[in-house]
């Protein structure tokens, strides 16, 4: 079992930056891919960015621009996203999940065993 736990949401003002934050603990795995999804209300949820499996590949939505930065810490088991010029579009709970998934088939959303509780990120002037 894994526990994941999202932080570093937030209300910020259009250009602004957050660095959101996924603990994980329990049965995890520094080679189990990690996701970072979004799904703002009425709206389906999509992939922002991902660590696959093997920690080989980092991938990105075409939305994202160049403005994010999935990054992660094994010794703290903790995976990084951090967001600049962020847009008020970009307004939505945020989750991070993990689980065994290959390729960029970890944007999908697919296959993940365990997901967050989520952090709201607002922005808004």
């Known amino acids: 079992q894994v526990h994941l736990v999202e932080s570093g949401g937030g209300l910020v003002q259009p250009g602004g930056s957050l660095r959101l934050s996924c603990v994980a603990s329990g049965s995890t795995s520094d080679y189990h891919a990690i996701g970072w999804f979004r799904q703002a209300p009425g709206k389906e949820r999509e992939g922002v960015s991902c660590i696959s499996y093997g920690d080989v590949s980092t991938y990105y939505a075409d939305f994202v621009q160049g403005r994010f930065d999935i990054s992660r810490d094994n010794a703290k088991k903790t995976v990084y996203l951090q967001m600049n010029n962020l847009k008020p579009e970009d307004t939505a709970a945020y989750y991070c999940?993990?689980?065994?998934?290959?390729?960029?088939?970890?944007?999908?959303?697919?296959?993940?065993?365990?997901w967050g509780q989520g952090t709201q990120v607002t922005v808004s002037s």
């Open positions: 999940a993990t689980g065994i998934v290959y390729g960029n088939k970890c944007l999908e959303g697919h296959d993940y065993d365990y």
